[in-house]
């Protein structure tokens, strides 16, 4: 027979929380440590001088999580917007750094090259949201993590995981060091050059947006400091050798969406074409006699490396915005001398990182 009772709903009064824990402290003491164990360990609790209950202390290795049990799990970081500490203000970045994973990816010449890539996730959260599950961003990624990747496979993963976590803006980067083979300058000899690449996909407003992150590594040998050397040999007889150093570009470009794709080899190619100075990888005598040469036709300050590589960037279609950061490493200063160019709304900003120019110090 059924038992209806009108007030099951009801807030219980303070008086009636306070007979309902005597009556189950009177059952607790009572009963056997399996039958309190059965209802709830924690009953054990309520008896005056008991001991904490003990806990298996051995792994469960045939444990099955039911969905039943799963409901149950507590989620804080996925809680109400009553747990939000702070402000209650939209976060335009939050996710992962840094998970890494094997990738496979396509190269000019029709090959394929599995490369160590470290991934960056985030989307925004709303003001009214305590904070996301993180690992539906890994797992969204990994489902496409077996396919050869693209822009467009990037794209599926961000739809994925910007679903998952009902955002409206979302992002992904993926970093890798891709590995180019190139000639000496005159032996004959080739080795590999190791080019530190970034993949960003943005979607922002509704708009997404491609870019390609390329840093370019080479020698500046500065214009003034080789004119006061050749003037020290013709007015003096004086042996002089002007400053050079290794320097960096990274080059931010956003990539249109056009028939045409563009490489990383084409990127790459561009940046030579630019300063044609790239540091080499293998050398007999005979490539760093002519690397000297190289270095003495292409004087450069860092002024002049900017506008060179904006020049080569502007000129090709397949390239929207860019931002060109470069950094020469002097080795006349204590410091580097540094300089950003930068076309298009996509990379303005009027404040920099701190350590922006630190970052582009490479070690080889």
Not at 13 to 27: F, I, M, N, V
Not at 35 to 43: M, V
Not at 296 to 317: G, K, S, T
Request: with cysteine; aromatic share 8%; proline share 5%.
């Amino acid at each position: 027979m059924n038992k209806i009772t009108p007030d099951i709903d009801k807030a219980p009064s303070r008086e009636e929380a306070e007979t309902a824990l005597a009556r189950l402290r009177q059952w607790a003491e009572q009963a056997s440590p399996e039958e309190r164990a059965d209802l709830d360990p924690a009953l054990a609790r309520l008896i005056p001088g008991a001991d904490y209950p003990e806990f298996s202390r051995d792994y469960p290795e045939g444990f099955t999580v039911t969905p039943a049990y799963k409901a149950t799990l507590p989620d804080l970081q996925n809680g109400p917007a009553s747990l939000i500490r702070g402000a209650k203000r939209v976060i335009q970045h939050v996710g992962i750094s840094n998970f890494r994973l094997p990738i496979q990816y396509h190269t000019r010449d029709n090959g394929d090259l599995t490369l160590e890539t470290s991934v960056t996730g985030s989307v925004s959260l709303e003001a009214e949201k305590k904070g996301i599950n993180m690992s539906r961003i890994m797992r969204s990624f990994y489902a496409h993590a077996d396919k050869t990747f693209s822009f467009e496979v990037i794209e599926a993963a961000l739809d994925d995981y910007k679903s998952d976590l009902e955002s409206f803006d979302a992002r992904i980067q993926m970093r890798l060091s891709f590995p180019m083979k190139v000639q000496s300058l005159r032996s004959g000899l080739a080795g590999y050059q190791y080019y530190d690449i970034a993949l960003e996909l943005v979607e922002q407003g509704g708009a997404r947006r491609k870019i390609i992150h390329l840093d370019y590594v080479y020698s500046s040998t500065c214009p003034c400091s080789l004119e006061l050397s050749e003037h020290a040999r013709s007015a003096r007889g004086q042996l002089a050798t002007p400053h050079s150093q290794r320097s960096v570009a990274r080059l931010s470009v956003e990539v249109r969406d056009t028939a045409k794709c563009l490489w990383f080899e084409d990127l790459i190619d561009l940046a030579r074409a630019a300063v044609p100075t790239e540091t080499q990888v293998m050398v007999k005598r005979e490539d760093e006699q002519a690397f000297a040469e190289l270095n003495a036709a292409n004087p450069i300050f860092v002024e002049d490396a900017a506008r060179l590589f904006a020049q080569q960037l502007e000129d090709d279609p397949r390239i929207g915005d860019f931002r060109i950061v470069a950094s020469h490493q002097e080795s006349l200063h204590s410091h580097d001398a540094v300089s950003i160019l930068t076309e298009g709304e996509l990379f303005e900003t009027a404040s920099l990182d701190p350590r922006l120019f630190t970052t582009l110090f490479h070690v080889g």
